[in-house]
């Protein structure tokens, strides 16, 4: 089993407890072949269908994507994620995902169209949020989906200085930083009308970011300027060799940890899809697609050899991992372990 400073390496995985999923599933990973096997699982929180770990991988948090909105935090020191107090609402409706920034936990709050920054004690366990929510505004062309702004996603830039927002009802990221505990927008970058951004990875140089479409299967490449918190979209690429023949629904994205490579899932389809990175990063050009080996592919992920993707099937209720070709990054199936619901998957 790997040791990551002592500790074994494990996957967690999130799921819909309202459509009948365990809650958080832990389970360890062999590095040899990249097999899951489950430790243990914890129904502490509605529908905790995003994860996120803290740098020092003790401490787990997960949202709870309900009407109300919440987030908890475990510890994960041993097999089993234990919590470390009650769930802290988050002031907004449907939070889709959440990550660790400047000793806060940010939530993007789907149904209220809101990014959300709760306070994080010195031990990492959450403090009671009494102000900080942003709330989006704007809309899109989508009558039915971009009615009102739809925050999907929140994580830290890489070298930490900045907050992303990926919102799917206004077409837009918004670069923002923390001021006085609360979200404060620094600057919003408009993508493509109608083309619903949903997630955002960026490249392990720091120069580049990529954004998956929702409402239009393309990823869209876009130029990172750290510096000033500057986001320019320069092309997209449809992730599909082909139209689909209804609604595609893209979902997830990942980069490889030696940013060779891009991944998406696409759960109309039911397909993952291998881009190669060209020019330093700028440029995605589409290898292939290859089955997911499951239902409604609703997230991904890769481990930090490069070496295997996750993913997280949530309608036939399953994680399936992947051995990833080094020359040509396509997947080949190895196995699958049985998560009904499964909304997520996070490795550390």
């Given at each position: ?18 459509a ?28 905790p ?6 740098a020092?991988?003790d ?33 907004g409706s ?203 592919p ?8 490069g070496?295997f ?32 619901a ?7």
């Open positions: 089993m790997a040791d990551l400073g002592g500790r074994r390496q494990r996957a967690f995985i999130g799921s819909f407890t309202a009948g999923g365990p809650g958080i599933v832990a389970a360890a990973v062999d590095p040899a072949d990249g097999a899951l096997t489950v430790l243990s699982s914890v129904n502490g929180v509605p529908d269908s995003y994860l996120a770990l803290s020092a991988g401490t787990l948090y997960a949202v709870s994507e309900t009407t109300d909105g919440a987030v908890a935090a475990y510890r994960v020191t041993g097999d089993a994620p234990e919590p470390t107090g009650p769930p802290v609402p988050v002031g449907g939070p889709t995902h959440l990550s660790v920034f400047d000793g806060h936990v940010l939530t993007a709050n789907y149904g209220s169209g809101s990014v959300t920054a709760v306070p994080l004690r010195p031990d990492g366990t959450l403090a009671r949020v009494a102000s900080g929510v942003l709330r989006h505004t704007g809309s899109g062309p989508h009558t039915r989906r971009q009615q009102g702004p739809h925050a999907h996603q929140v994580q830290p830039d890489p070298s930490g200085r900045w907050a992303v927002s990926v919102d799917l009802g206004t077409d837009s990221v918004r670069v923002c930083a923390l001021r006085d505990g609360s979200p404060v927008v620094h600057g919003e970058h408009a993508l493509r009308p109608g083309s619903g951004p949903r997630h955002l990875a960026f490249h392990p140089g720091g120069e580049y970011a990529y954004v998956v479409n929702e409402l239009t299967p393309t990823v869209t490449a876009c130029r990172w300027d750290a510096s000033d918190g500057s986001l320019k979209p320069l092309a997209e690429t449809a992730v599909l060799p082909g139209a689909p023949a209804g609604d595609a629904y893209p979902s997830g994205l990942v980069v490889s940890p030696d940013g060779r490579f891009v991944w998406t899932a696409t759960r109309g389809e039911d397909v993952l899809s291998v881009f190669a990175v060209e020019g330093g990063g700028e440029a995605l050009r589409l290898v292939g697609t290859v089955p997911c080996a499951g239902h409604w609703r997230a991904i992920a890769v481990d930090g050899t070496g993707l996750y993913v997280a099937n949530e309608r036939s209720g399953d994680v399936t991992w992947f051995t990833l070709d080094p020359a040509t990054g396509l997947p080949r199936r190895g196995g699958s372990i049985a998560v009904p499964a909304s997520c998957v996070i490795l550390g």
